[in-house]
Nanobody
């Protein structure tokens, strides 16, 4: 399924910032757990951050803790991933994935989610 649309990626220098957006038009994201995943060429897809439905809990990969922040804007039905202090190793295609749940949980297992987007490319380079 491609019910989500990621945007906000681009080319940035190390130390720069980007804000990725995950938007949906056919359902209300606050009722969904949202996970941000990334995949670099030749690498497995890895979980970056996630937020539970109604923002009950959040999780971050150790590699991005202190640099990335996940948040919701319910008015615009959008979930964001603010990425600061970007490093070359953050270069990847970033995807958001969604699962309808009332549980205050989210996981870094991409197969747990039921909807996904096409991804947005983030390149961090000098």
């Amino acid at each position: 399924q491609l019910q989500l649309v990621e945007s906000g990626g681009g080319f940035v220098q190390p130390g720069g910032s980007l804000r990725l957006s995950c938007a949906a038009s056919r359902f209300t994201l606050r009722f969904y757990a949202i996970g941000w995943f990334r995949q670099a060429p030749g690498k497995e897809r890895e979980g970056v951050s996630c937020v539970s439905s109604n923002s009950g809990s959040t999780n971050y990969a150790d590699s991005v803790k202190g640099r990335f922040t996940i948040s919701r804007d319910n008015a615009s039905n959008t979930v964001y991933l603010q990425m600061n202090s970007l490093k070359p190793e953050d270069t990847a295609t970033y995807y958001c994935e969604a699962r309808h749940t009332i549980q205050a949980m989210c996981v870094f297992d991409a197969q747990w989610y039921g909807d996904w987007g096409q991804g947005t490319q983030v390149t961090v380079s000098s």
